[in-house]
């Protein structure tokens, strides 16, 4: 039987590479590719007809509540580190508390974020001495195997949740994420470089700051 499939992503190259594999490997349903850049993105595609099935691949933002609901178990995401971190920003914050592995989780989509039914997951260690901008790719690219994987039982419907469950304590937000980045003066040598390792990123629009009176100073590493 034909089902309609929608697939959400965000900016990344590598979710339309998943898009592309996955319509390879079913050309007989009907594919429709969703970017989703911003909330205005967001609306628009929340006012589009409801599909058959929701798959939301390194998308950024959240789906509604109602679509979800309808969608039930036929809506999933996968997320691009291991059940130990579920939330935004997690290998950031596995790095910084000296959990050093990659990771991706695929699970049922509900209200709540990356707390659903996991399907399946797989995570692997790292060697600290990559960094954490290598244990993101790593993690990226082990969220596309994981979804090809599991695509089958996916669109038949007949895959399950793996009894597998996420490790809540350990849930953040942005603004957690936003909040560590903010380095205090006061804070050890120690403290400083370990910030660093775990929440410098080049092309993160939210940077490690220092606050002294009133005055915004962000941290640029040496060339």
């Keep these: 039987m034909r089902q309609s499939i929608h697939f959400l992503t965000g900016a990344s190259s590598l979710g339309h590479i998943a898009f592309d594999n996955a319509c390879s490997f079913f050309p007989e349903h009907d594919w429709q590719l969703y970017v989703m850049t911003d909330e205005q993105v967001c609306r628009t595609y929340s006012a589009t007809t409801m599909p058959d099935i929701l798959i939301s691949f390194m998308n950024p933002y959240v789906v509604k509540r ?13 997320h691009p580190a291991p059940p130990s971190y579920p939330g935004r920003d997690p290998h950031h914050f596995s790095f910084y508390h000296g ?62 949740p793996s009894g597998a469950q996420w490790d809540v304590a350990n849930y953040r937000s942005r603004k957690d994420f936003v909040e560590i980045c903010q380095i205090d003066p006061s804070l050890s040598k120690e ?3 370990r ?29």
């Design 195 to 223: 910030r660093i390792r775990a929440f410098y990123h080049p092309d993160y629009f939210n940077k490690l700051y220092c606050l002294i009176h009133g005055h915004k100073f962000i941290y640029q590493p040496d060339e």
């Design 66 to 78: 109602d679509r979800l609901e309808v969608l039930g178990s036929r809506a999933v995401n996968v």
């Design 99 to 160: 959990h050093y592995s990659a990771g991706a989780t695929l699970h049922v989509m509900t209200s709540k974020v990356d707390s659903g039914p996991i399907l399946d997951h797989v995570e692997i260690p790292v060697a600290p001495s990559l960094g954490v901008t290598s244990m993101i790719k790593l993690s990226e690219h082990l969220a596309l195997g994981i979804l090809l994987k599991n695509l089958t039982m996916l669109i038949s419907g007949t895959i399950h």
């Design 191 to 193: 403290e400083v470089d």
